[in-house]
């Protein structure tokens, strides 16, 4: 067998994904000869990107029967066992994608092998270890890996994406894949597109989250609060400290003893910041801040924070979404 | 962020609702360059009061957390954050209701107002409890609950508002500076700050603090289970924070606090978690937050069953979730007290520690005051951190008594009871011997003490009745008749009393006689070999102690006090001394034996060649003298109101010095009594005051009948006020009654233990000059009286000889009648076995 | 439709929602301070379960392997809404994925020899801890199964199991026949919290012991490091009503803005 090192490679939009592209440059780093295999048609963008990162054979499996034209993990497996005999690889290799680590995981159970996901670095080559993620990236652990073909997943954007010195000739083959009955017992069905925005989401489901604390100052302080959530299409979430003084109804409430929400952005107006709401809202992707208080822990949480009254600030908001 | 000043009046470490309510009233007292410092973020910086249940029950049984939480309560409710819920203590059992009725007597001690309620009423006024579970329930309206976070942001306000305060979040304390014994500053991971006073108010992580500076603030952080259930169909109709009033399962030592549309279930009743400082989480590393620990459910499981039994429909409501639960980190002490004051290690350092949220405002106030004045307003003696002994700091020590300390938080507590962990620790030298005599040891500050002697059960036989003999299981509980069987034996004969626990110390040097002059009431300017039983007062005239001095050489002075109030004592000395005098605690040294009764002088005569006859060894006096080859320090005092004295020898004789006097008292019937007689029977008959118990910082001598004819020439602590005072008439009057009547409706007799109202004879309230309700400071039997015998300042007016009134007790009245209002003895009013005439 | 049975795996693993902190001999991650819980996913997994079990009868085993403490787990499963438990009694730490997969696909045959047949396995996408993403899919060959990785919500109809995965593009599902497995992805349910009545319930609900008939293998791990922690940044957008178009200007970058 050789040292060579196949990857599997996902397109985005025409080209090779980002991911894909960042395992290809981290595949150059092991040594051995490249090879990329693509489910799907290859075309000239892809042959071009190949080039770029070094590739000197690219892999194209096809299915006379059409048994690839819907996601199967294991047919993708099957596909890829055989790209891995054509190229005779030491080494398989994966973006870290959901796909990329389901295929490499069917691989490695039918070969009884072991595999390491999510792997930022190689450590070592003899014997091969390497250094991946865990626990949702907050660890870091180092694996031996000494089995043949060494079995691993990257960690989305351990290396940068880099072009080869000198492009790889990406040779474009292609096989036809063997697919089995048994790999299309679990296939995708039917996709279904991402539905558009719901003004009336329930809060632990809503994309846009407006909260509120005691900066609100009373039950009659809500009105910039509920026409933000409303011209948003959010919901509107409040503090234990609001629904305590029964300023707003308790189904309202985020925090550790009301929902946990995970909104694309939650805009938190006049709220400190208790760890107990922090704990509801931290899973929110983007969280703007509104406090007078710059040091509340809510603003030095927050990845944008305004040091403002929220009824100063919130009018001001609606004035400029109108004006946009 | 402020900005980290380098220099401050005084720095206070924390910004829980101590640390806030400290530097309030710091700014309102007129302290400027105040800092303030939280490792955490504002305005839960993480600590306790983070995830505290915010209620207060106002009745507490002890009278100095009764009124810093009364205290509390007012400054809560000016603030605008107390909201009134009512609350009821619920009972399973009979035994808890009695208990139920011992909290109505401090409630009435108070002036509180509460009653008891039955299960019917109860599940009026909480319609989600079963009422079949309980048997009934002490309901006190004015239970509510605070919002902590927001009370101390309003205080941080206000101190801010004044320009008196600097308030520094996400700051971490990494050490004290301390020179020659003295605080000078802070540093910190955002610098250094130069102070000469530093305040910790550090609650679970207070301990760390005290240490960097070499100090001791004896505390553990240990957990106290709390989930919240909800949203419960039952409550979600109802607006706002709270609508029902608080229940506490004292049987099963849990509280039910609805917040909201959830109801939070809290336990005192899992074992004793506890953790050391070092194990607490920083802000970062916690789930939630540093004292929010992750649950234990095995250790809930039980709570749960039997908070579901009390509340079935609302708890048991499948759509009311566990959404929160946590093992929240408290701090518990030794003793169950806080921990405030100066530290007797260093000074200008400051403990503000071991404080729950019902007395934090009042604490905040106190200890703002005692900074201030030298002491606050409030008596704190038994809060104050000088009153630990050395063992007491030990980690073992606050361990053991913290565990064992934890199950009593809402446990029916004995006034008698004593702990049985962190024992032996101090062991008298005569200790073998007292084991052989079947004594029974009650522990005082460590010191296993002989409370009564089983060898004496024959006296019980011997004096039938006169025992007075208690038919009531709790009247007798840590109690026992060969107390005053003892008693009467040393009235008739003669008793050997084991006093090595005093806290023994003297006062040396060229500057000696000052010093004590300054301290003491009494004129210190007294010829060699006087002993001078005296009042300690502070300057506003009222009691820091009372204690003998005996005056050993021109330069030389031994001060003698109680063992539980002796390390405070101690510092209260040393913080006084002048150049040229110092304080030498000698305690450990010293061993004392008690020799009174009828026979004390022939047992002294046949041991030693000196002349002890009353006539040649007066009252009042001290010498030294030899028994055998035992050199004695003999002093003619006595606090039981017999001839006799306290003799003092070094720690390693005092095992000869008993033997010998057990041998020489035993033909005349002389016998060891236990301490039940000195603290107790012995002093009660004679009207003796006790530190703590009548006499404290909240009296003064006029009102305890102790005022003197005329004042000492020299100037002396408190002697400005004492004359200011003499003008005035006292605002209460110390008294000693007798109960005229024990029997209870049942019929059986009851006896009082301490702590009950006195009323009128019709159960009226009596208010004394201070607003204070009368109640009992000390109770015991006079066997030589054959009554029960109660100590209460009552109001001006019914201090009078012969008055007819009525102690509560147990929910029942029982006559009572007024037998003397100053210092008078009930038994030998001349004193003439006092002065050896037999 | 018939009632339905599903096997639900779960882990007792670190809580790492705060920060994490390693055991002194840098081999595991440490609960003292966060505690320990199963997996965000392995929730889902038991809402899963006792939802469709809910909808058509049958029952729900939780399974773990672990040491003792790994029964807390066990009965937090069992608090809101599993009926009977399985605990395979093994230093979790010596096993890897393939053996992790054996120990459960005996149990699975061992039940369905004594009569509980699963119609459906679950596990959590990936463990809390060591986050290997494998046991699911070995486990399915042991048992040679359909298994479908990533699942956020499932129904079953007349022997076929409707599962539904999250993807960029949108929702793609899944119809297959049962038995099968399937690993889950937090997101798509929102699990219960157990109630009082659950939890008493749970103390009293059945637990059976059993050991591991495989020897395992172990896993490959040679030491955990923490990551240097990542700088906290906060983007001040300014003060006052002065900072709305800078607000207006985020809210649209992030695309909440139609």
């Not at chain 1, 694996?143 to 990406?170: N, Q, W, Y």
């Not at chain 2, 929240?328 to 921990?339: E, K, Q, R, V």
């Not at chain 2, 059986?748 to 400071?777: Q, S």
């Not at chain 3, 497995?181 to 659950?198: F, K, Q, S």
Request: glycine residues 10%; charged residues 20%; contains cysteine.
């Amino acid at each position: 067998m050789s040292n060579a090192v196949l990857v599997l490679i996902e397109p985005d939009e025409g080209r090779v994904h980002l991911v894909s592209r960042e395992a290809l440059t981290f595949a150059r780093q092991l040594g051995g000869e490249v090879h990329a295999l693509m489910l799907g048609t290859v075309d000239e963008a892809v042959l071009a990107d190949c080039r770029e990162q070094g590739v000197a054979v690219v892999h194209e499996a096809q299915a006379a029967g059409g048994e690839l034209d819907a996601y199967s993990a294991a047919a993708w497996a099957t596909a890829l066992e055989q790209a891995l005999e054509g190229a005779g690889a030491a080494t398989v290799l994966a973006g870290g994608t959901e796909r990329g680590t389901e295929v490499l995981a069917h691989v490695a159970a039918r070969r009884d092998l072991p595999m390491a996901a999510n792997v930022l670095a190689v450590t070592s080559t003899e014997p091969l270890e390497v250094e991946r993620q865990v626990a949702g990236g907050a660890v870091l652990e180092r694996m031996r890996l000494d089995a043949t073909p060494a079995v691993l997943t990257m960690a989305g954007h351990a290396v940068e994406a880099v072009a080869a010195a000198s492009p790889g000739a990406a040779e474009h083959r292609t096989f036809e894949a063997r697919v089995t009955p048994a790999d299309l017992r679990a296939r995708v069905q039917r996709v279904q597109a991402r539905g558009g925005g719901d003004s009336s989401a329930a809060l632990s489901a809503a994309r846009v989250v407006v909260g509120a604390g005691r900066g609100a100052g009373s039950a009659d302080g809500f009105a910039d609060v509920d026409a933000l959530a409303q011209r948003l299409g959010g919901a509107v979430g409040v503090s234990r400290a609001v629904t305590s003084l029964g300023w707003r109804p308790h189904h309202e409430q985020v925090g550790q003893t009301g929902s946990r929400i995970a909104p694309d952005v939650y805009i938190a107006c006049g709220i400190s910041g208790a760890i107990q709401h922090w704990a509801g809202v931290s899973s929110s992707k983007t969280i703007i801040a509104i406090n007078t208080d710059a040091d509340a822990p809510m603003m030095t949480k927050a990845d944008y924070a305004v040091v403002g009254d929220m009824h100063e600030v919130l009018p001001a908001i609606l004035e400029e979404l109108d004006r946009a | 962020m402020a900005e980290l000043p380098d220099r401050a009046s005084v720095v206070v470490i924390g910004a829980g609702i101590v640390g806030n309510s400290l530097v309030h009233h710091l700014a309102e007292l007129g302290w400027t360059d105040i800092v303030q410092l939280d490792k955490g973020p504002l305005p839960n910086p993480g600590g306790s009061t983070g995830h505290a249940s915010n209620f207060i029950f106002p009745v507490d049984h002890n009278r100095e957390i009764a009124e810093i939480t009364l205290d509390s309560m007012r400054q809560y409710k000016e603030m605008g954050v107390f909201t009134e819920s009512g609350g009821i203590e619920v009972a399973r059992t009979e035994e808890r209701m009695e208990e139920l009725r011992r909290r109505m007597s401090s409630s009435r001690a108070r002036g509180v107002e509460s009653r008891m309620v039955t299960p019917q009423e109860v599940a009026e006024m909480v319609p989600f409890l079963e009422p079949s579970v309980i048997v009934g329930g002490f309901y006190t309206p004015s239970v509510g609950v605070v919002d902590s976070l927001r009370a101390g942001t309003i205080m941080r306000e206000r101190a801010m508002a004044r320009n008196a305060l600097t308030v520094v979040a996400n700051v971490e304390v990494t050490d004290l500076l301390v020179e020659d014994g003295h605080v000078r500053g802070v540093e910190t991971t955002g610098g250094t700050i130069h102070a000469d006073t530093v305040v910790i108010a550090c609650g679970v992580w207070s301990p760390r603090l005290a240490q960097m500076a070499g100090a001791h603030i004896p505390l553990t952080p240990a957990v106290h289970q709390m989930i919240s259930v909800g949203p419960c169909t039952a409550l979600a109709e109802k607006p706002g924070e709270i609508s029902f009033p608080i229940i506490r399962d004292m049987d099963t030592f849990c509280y039910e606090r609805q917040h909201g549309s959830d109801m939070e279930v809290g336990s005192y009743g899992h074992r004793a978690i506890l953790h050391d400082v070092d194990e607490i989480p920083s802000n970062e590393q916690a789930k939630l937050s540093p004292t929010e620990m992750p649950f234990t459910s095995d250790d809930f499981d039980p709570q749960l069953e039997q908070a579901l039994e009390l509340m079935p429909e609302l708890l048991g409501d499948e759509k009311a979730e566990m959404r929160y639960a946590i093992n929240g980190l408290l701090s518990l002490t030794p003793d169950g007290f806080p921990i405030v004051g100066e530290t007797p290690e260093v000074k200008g350092l400051w403990s503000a520690a071991a404080i729950w949220i019902k007395e934090g405002p009042g604490m905040g106030r106190a200890i703002a005051e005692w900074m201030t004045h030298g002491q606050p307003e409030i008596d704190l003696h038994q809060s104050d951190v000088s009153r630990f002994h050395p063992h007491q700091r030990t980690r073992a020590h606050v361990r053991s008594r913290a565990g064992e300390g934890f199950i009593k938080t809402y446990g029916i507590v004995h006034p008698g009871e004593q702990w049985s962990g962190s024992r032996p620790v101090r062991l008298a030298p005569m200790h073998a011997s007292q084991k052989e005599l079947g004594a029974v040891f009650f522990e005082a500050s460590g010191w296993e003490r002989p409370q009564w002697y089983e060898s004496n059960a024959p006296l019980v036989e011997k004096f039938g009745d006169a025992v007075m003999p208690r038919e009531h299981e709790w009247d007798s509980r840590w109690w026992s008749p060969i107390i005053n069987a003892e008693h009467l034996q040393m009235r008739e004969a003669g008793g050997i009393v084991d006093l090595t626990a005093f806290v023994v110390f003297d006062v040396l040097g060229p500057q000696a006689l000052e010093a004590v002059d300054r301290v003491i009431v009494a004129n210190a300017d007294v010829p060699v070999g006087k002993v001078l039983y005296t009042p300690v007062l502070d300057e506003r005239g009222v009691f820091r102690s009372d204690l003998t001095v005996m005056r050993l050489a021109h330069d030389h002075f031994r001060v003698v006090t109680g063992s539980s109030h002796g390390m405070q004592d101690l510092k209260w000395w040393t913080d006084r001394m002048p150049e040229g005098a110092v304080c030498v605690d000698v305690t450990s040294a010293v061993s004392t034996v008690g020799l009174w009764g009828p026979q004390a002088a022939a047992v002294l005569g046949s041991l030693t060649a000196a002349d002890v006859s009353p006539g040649a060894f007066a009252f009042g006096t001290c010498r030294q003298i030899e028994i055998g080859n035992l050199p004695v320090l003999a002093s003619r005092i006595s606090y039981v109101g017999e001839h006799g004295w306290e003799l003092h020898v070094p720690m390693e004789m005092g095992a000869a010095l008993w033997d010998r006097l057990l041998e020489a008292g035993r033909p005349l019937g002389v016998v060891p009594v236990g301490i039940g007689v000195y603290t107790t029977t012995g002093r009660m008959e004679k009207g003796y005051r006790a530190y703590g118990t009548e006499l404290d910082a909240d009296r003064t001598p006029a009102e305890a009948g102790m005022a003197r004819a005329r004042l000492k020439d020299a100037d002396f602590i408190g002697k400005e006020a004492l004359v200011a005072q003499g003008a005035d008439a006292p605002r209460a009057v110390l008294c000693t009654l007798t109960v005229d009547d024990h029997t209870s409706t049942s019929g059986t007799k009851r006896y009082m233990l301490g702590g009950e109202p006195i009323l009128t004879r019709d159960g009226g309230e009596l208010v004394d000059g201070h607003g204070n309700h009368a109640y009992v400071t000390s109770a015991a039997s006079a066997p030589s009286l054959g009554r029960h015998v109660l100590m209460a300042y009552l109001p001006p007016d019914q201090a009078s000889v012969g008055n007819e009134l009525a102690v509560s007790y147990m929910e029942e009245l029982y006559p009572v009648t007024v037998g003397s209002v100053d210092a008078t003895p009930l038994f030998d009013p001349e004193n003439t076995r006092l002065k050896g005439r037999y | 439709m018939a009632e339905v049975n599903i096997l639900v795996c779960v882990k007792r693993a670190a809580d790492v929602t705060g920060e994490v902190v390693l055991t002194a001999d840098g081999t595991a991650l440490d609960g003292r301070y966060s505690g320990y819980a199963m997996s965000g996913h392995e929730t889902a997994a038991v809402e899963i379960a006792v939802s469709l079990v809910e909808q058509h009868g049958g029952s729900v085993t939780v399974l773990t392997l672990g040491d003792e403490d790994a029964v807390e787990q066990l009965r937090d499963a069992l608090a809101v809404g599993a009926d009977d438990a399985v605990h395979i009694e093994a230093d979790s730490s010596a096993y890897g994925p393939a053996d992790v997969a054996a120990a459960i696909a005996e149990v699975v045959r061992a039940r369905a020899d004594a009569g509980t047949a699963y119609d459906l396995v679950l596990v959590g996408n990936d463990a809390a801890d060591t986050g290997n993403f494998q046991v699911g899919i070995r486990l399915a060959y042991l048992l040679d199964r359909p298994v479908v990785a990533g699942v956020q919500s499932a129904e079953v109809a007349d022997g076929t199991a409707t599962l539904h995965v999250g993807s960029a593009e949108g929702t793609e599902t899944y119809e297959v026949a049962l038995p099968a497995v399937a690993t889950v992805l937090e997101g798509g349910v929102d699990p219960r919290y157990p109630n009082i009545r659950g939890r008493m319930r749970a103390k009293k609900a059945p637990v059976e012991t059993v050991t591991a008939g495989v020897e395992p293998k172990g896993g490959r791990t040679l030491g955990l490091s923490l990551p240097p922690p990542a700088p906290t940044q906060v983007t001040v957008l300014g003060e006052g009503p002065g900072a709305a178009p800078a607000v207006v200007d985020v809210l649209r970058k992030i695309g909440v803005l139609s």
